[in-house]
C-alpha cells in the first residue's frame, strides 16, 4: 500500500478482496458488507473500541461505555438505511475488572440496543493475564434492508447534488459521543422519502467523511460555511466552524439528494434531528469551502485511526 | 451472578438475554448464534484473541496470529456442523506495527479462509495511542446451515449415546494450536452421515467441554481412559492423559450420537481426521473417568479464559 493513514490501508485491502458480488453486493470500504446467504440477505459491521483511544473507562463508566460501543454501531446502520436486527460483543478485562463493572457494561449495551430493538445474542468474554492490559470492546452489528428499500452505499453522489447533514456538528468530545441517539429513524425516513444518492454517518470529522463520499462517487463537493450546523458545545469553543469541519465523532447523517428531493425532505416536519443543506456536489474532485465570496480548497485532515 | 468463572458469567447473560425464540433460535451459550433475518437464516460467532494470551505475536508472527484467529472461528462453523461464508476482522495495533505486518496479518487470514471459501468482507483497524497498548484481534464469522441440515446444539446429548471424538488431544500448545486444520469438512459429512445429538469443538479441554454438552443436555458421562487418542506432544509429556483431558486449544470436534450411528460413522472411510469413541452418556449428571476397573468422578477443570 502507498502513502499514510486508514483510508489508503482500507482501500488495499479493499483492492485484495475476491468478494464475489452475486454472493457479497456491498464489500469492504462502506459503512457496513452485504451478503447473500442462508436464503437471505444479511449486512454486518464490526467495530472495535479501545479504553484511552475511543473513551475513558475511568471517568466515563462501564454503561456508557456499553452504550457508546453499541451506539456507534448502530450508527452504522444508520449510516446504510437498513433496521439493525442484533448484535455480537466480545471484550478483553484488564485483570480485577469485576462482576458489577460487567453488569454495568451489560446495562450500557443493552440500554443502547433497545431504542432500536437490537438484541445482544451472543459474545466472547476474555481477559488479559497482567495489569498491563487495557479493556477492549468489539461490537459486531447485524442489520437488514427495510422494505424495499436498498442500503444506501457512498458511491451514489451525482453532480448537483445537495450535501445535507442531520443535526449539528463538532465538540462531541464534550460529551455527545458518549449519548448520542444514532440517527437509525431519522434514515430510515429519509430513504423512504427520498432517492438518497450516497450517505453515510459522520465519524471522523464532516470534511474527511464527505471526501470519502466524494472518493467513492468521482466526485468532488463545495462546503458553505455559513450553513453548516454547529452545537452548542463546537459554538463554545475558540474556532467554531474549524470544529464542525473537524472534529470526530458527531455520529449524524452525512448524505446526498437531488435538489428537489431536498425540497421533499426539508418539508418533512417528521424527522426529529432535522435536515441542514450544507453544501453541493460539484465535479471538482475536490473539497472547497465556501465563505461569503471566498472559495478555498480544504485539507482533508480529520481524525485517523492510524 | 454467583460463583467463578467463565461459565457462571456465559449464563448470567443467557439468563438477562430477552432474545425471542422464532427470531432468534439458537442463543446465548452455543458455540454460536442462529438469527431469522433478511428473509433467511444465518449463525454468528465472535472470538477476541489477545497478544500474550492466546498467542505470543512476537514468536509466532503476524501470519500465523491471523491464520489461528480465522481458523478458531471456522471451528465454531464446524462445532455447529455449519458452512462458513464470511468475516469481518477488528484489530488493534500497537504503535509501529507497520504496513509489512499488517499484510502478514492479512496473509494469514486469507489463507484461513480460503480453505472453506469463507470470504473476508470487512473489518475495522484502530491503533493505540501509546507504547504499552497490545495486539487484539476479533473475528465474527457468518455460517449458513449445509442442505438441511439443522445446526447441532450442545443440548441434545441422550442417555447411553456414545461420546466421540475427531482426531488427536492434548499438547496443542506445542504448536498445533497455531497451525490446526479447523474440522469444517468432517463435522459436515459426520451430520449428513449421522443423526448427530450435540456437538462442539474442543477448546477448553475435553472434559470441561463435555461437561458444557452434559450441562446444557442435563445428562453425565463416563470417560474411557483407555480409547481417549493421544497426540505425538501430549504422549512426549509427563502425563499423557492429563494433557489429552484437560490441554486447550485442540480445536477438535466432541459429539454425541447413538450407539448404532456411531457403528456408521465407524464405517465411514471418507472422514479424514478419523472418529474415536471416547465415552458413553450417563444420567450420573456428572464426569467420570473409568481406567481399567476404577472409576472416579472428575473436577471439571481446564482452562478458564475469567
Chains 1, 2 share one sequence.
Not at 242 to 254: I, K, N, T, V, W
Request: charged fraction near 25%; include cysteine; hydrophobic fraction near 40%.
Amino acid at each position: 500500500m502507498s502513502g499514510q493513514g486508514e483510508d489508503k490501508v482500507t482501500s488495499w485491502f479493499a483492492q485484495q478482496s475476491r468478494a464475489r458480488e452475486e454472493r457479497f453486493p456491498i464489500g469492504i470500504g462502506d459503512d457496513m458488507a452485504q451478503v447473500n446467504m442462508g436464503g437471505g440477505s444479511v449486512l454486518v459491521t464490526t467495530d472495535m473500541l479501545l479504553d484511552g483511544v475511543h473513551f475513558d473507562l475511568a471517568s466515563a463508566g462501564a454503561e456508557q461505555v456499553g452504550y457508546k460501543a453499541m451506539a456507534a454501531s448502530l450508527s452504522d446502520c444508520a449510516a446504510m438505511a437498513t433496521r439493525p436486527v442484533c448484535a455480537v460483543v466480545a471484550v478483553a478485562l484488564p485483570t480485577g475488572f469485576g462482576e458489577d463493572k460487567l453488569k454495568e457494561l451489560h446495562a450500557g449495551i443493552v440500554r443502547a440496543g433497545d431504542m432500536f430493538d437490537c438484541t445482544l445474542i451472543g459474545g466472547d468474554i476474555t481477559a488479559w493475564r497482567d495489569n498491563a492490559g487495557r479493556f477492549v470492546i468489539n461490537v459486531t452489528m447485524l442489520s437488514e434492508c427495510v422494505d424495499c428499500v436498498e442500503p444506501v452505499k457512498r458511491s451514489g453522489a451525482k453532480v448537483g447534488d445537495a450535501v445535507c447533514v442531520t443535526g449539528e456538528l463538532g465538540g462531541s468530545i464534550a460529551g455527545k459521543h458518549l449519548t448520542f441517539v444514532p440517527r437509525v429513524e431519522e434514515a430510515i425516513e429519509i430513504a423512504r422519502a427520498a432517492d438518497v444518492h450516497a450517505m453515510m454517518d459522520v465519524t471522523d470529522g464532516l470534511v474527511k467523511d464527505l471526501s470519502r463520499i466524494c472518493a467513492a462517487s468521482g466526485v468532488g463537493a463545495i462546503i458553505e460555511a455559513e450553513r453548516v450546523p454547529m452545537t452548542h458545545a463546537a459554538k463554545e469553543g475558540n474556532d467554531p466552524l474549524e470544529a464542525a469541519l473537524y472534529d470526530g465523532e458527531d455520529f449524524e447523517l452525512l448524505f446526498t439528494v437531488s435538489a428537489e428531493d431536498y425540497e421533499t425532505l426539508a418539508g418533512e416536519q417528521s424527522i426529529k434531528a432535522g435536515i441542514t443543506r450544507v453544501g453541493l456536489i460539484t465535479d471538482s474532485g475536490r473539497i472547497e469551502l465556501q465563505r461569503g465570496r471566498d472559495r478555498e480548497v480544504l485539507d482533508v485532515k480529520g481524525y485517523d485511526h492510524l
